[in-house]
């Protein structure tokens, strides 16, 4: 069958008839798969395949009663005249495409000439492949940066109006001629976009493609952690429509989340689906990496890799990574999983600033999780333990000290102080308020990373 005509036309040998077997309630998971989907380039042409121009795309024929319709015989003449009219038409319709901006450009240039290939067993680069893309230099003061409170519940339709004009298209082409799709995030006005590190990974060139149709062929890689399975990209552009990031620590279980992408491809790009949170803080392992993240029921397939998974206030609180694939003995069905945007921001922080995750940003003290209460009624945590010529060493800080505030916050819980921290990134000052014995303090703590393990 012509690889083009199978777009959409997959047929999968009816399974044998089996004897019934004992019903059992434990089963091995099957691996979790990476959500993204791969194309083939079609084969360009040879040589001596060069004989006759490319056919012209077919169009409806418009014919004049009496002249040029089929079978009539005109002169020579007549049809030199009607050609170079033809000619004409074509160039000055060609002519008003290319000059008329406004009008999106059609599915089928959007494709850059990929078609589909639906053997999902080989849609990633190949192991260790070496990632060419070209690179964006990193520093300055962009930061990704996610809100801690939220405006009122939105319907179905308006989370999609706000989200989707913010989700792309991600390609990446593969040397060879395959490319990987998958989808991003745009999070900056100017084109700092954020997707899962296997969606560029082993690629050469990376292409994007806004909702409206407006591609961008010549993307550059900010940086990327294929453990973290985080990368950033960005295209040269302004004004562009940008996502809103959430606190995905305010999630619970049975909240309801959306998922926007591109699932088989370009073809369904912009889908929306929807479910629940499953679970919070789900431990998942792949390739021997243990990864923490949402577990969500929302239907992703593959092309959803790098988009986002929404609340239910518009705001993006994950990026959609994986999901728990079938097997020949166990079908999985509503499994999916997201990277949690709280946890992950200092590590895209991390990317845009240096290329590469150097590690968490830590203040270097450990705090009793039971708060106290001050006599001035104020809740506060205190500080158990500091390391050793770490940051809160350095700053000053000592063990009893209590935290009251940090940057401004009222501290109660752990979750407080950590979600304070997470806004900055290592280098950066983090001031906490301090009650010593009564005093008063306000101590600026210069964050560092921390070292990796081995």
């Not at 008839?17 to 091995?28: G, N, S």
């Not at 791969?38 to 004049?64: F, G, H, I, M, N």
């Not at 040397?175 to 590190?197: E, Q, R």
Request: glycine fraction near 10%.
């Amino acid at each position: 069958m012509d690889e083009q005509n199978a777009v959409f036309h997959t047929e999968a040998p009816s399974p044998a008839l089996e004897a019934p077997r004992e019903v059992v309630l434990r089963y091995c998971a099957p691996e979790p798969q990476e959500v993204v989907e791969r194309y083939l380039a079609p084969e360009q042409p040879s040589a001596s395949d060069a004989k006759a121009p490319e056919a012209a795309p077919k169009a409806e024929p418009v014919y004049t009663p009496g002249i040029g319709a089929p079978g009539h015989k005109g002169t020579r003449g007549l049809w030199i005249f009607l050609s170079c009219i033809c000619v004409l038409l074509i160039a000055l319709i060609v002519l008003s495409v290319m000059h008329w901006n406004d009008i999106p450009r059609s599915r089928e240039s959007e494709r850059h000439g990929f078609s589909h290939d639906f053997d999902f067993s080989d849609y990633t680069a190949e192991a260790g492949a070496e990632t060419t893309i070209d690179r964006y230099p990193t520093g300055g003061a962009t930061r990704l940066r996610y809100a801690e409170t939220h405006g009122s519940v939105l319907s179905i339709q308006d989370v999609y109006a706000r989200v989707n004009p913010c989700t792309v298209t991600v390609a990446t082409a593969l040397p060879g001629g395959g490319a990987i799709i998958g989808t991003g995030v745009i999070f900056t006005p100017d084109g700092y976009i954020l997707t899962n590190a296997h969606v560029i990974v082993g690629g050469e060139q990376c292409f994007v493609v806004l909702d409206n149709g407006v591609s961008y062929p010549d993307v550059k890689l900010v940086g990327y952690d294929e453990e973290k399975d985080l990368a950033v990209i960005k295209i040269d552009a302004h004004f562009l429509p940008t996502a809103e990031f959430g606190d995905s620590d305010a999630l619970s279980v049975g909240d309801t989340v959306y998922a926007i992408g591109n699932p088989l491809g370009v073809e369904l790009r912009g889908t929306l689906t929807d479910g629940i949170v499953s679970a919070i803080n789900r431990d998942v392992s792949v390739d021997g990496v243990t990864m923490t993240l949402i577990q969500t029921n929302a239907a992703l397939n593959n092309g959803n890799s790098g988009g986002p998974l929404i609340n239910v206030y518009g705001q993006v609180v994950g990026i959609n990574t994986m999901k728990m694939g079938s097997t020949s003995t166990v079908s999985v069905e509503g499994l999916g999983f997201a990277i949690p945007v709280s946890s992950a921001a200092w590590m895209v922080n991390d990317l845009i600033a240096y290329g590469e995750i150097r590690g968490e940003p830590i203040l270097g003290i450990s705090v009793l999780t039971a708060p106290v209460t001050l006599p001035t009624g104020e809740t506060a945590l205190r500080i158990a333990e500091i390391v050793p010529d770490g940051p809160g060493d350095k700053a000053g800080l000592q063990i009893d000290d209590c935290v009251v505030r940090a940057d401004g916050d009222p501290i109660e819980t752990l979750s407080d102080l950590l979600r304070a921290r997470r806004r900055y990134c290592a280098g950066e000052t983090l001031e906490l308020e301090i009650d010593r014995d009564g005093e008063r303090l306000t101590v600026g703590v210069t964050l560092e990373a921390a070292k990796k393990e081995g």
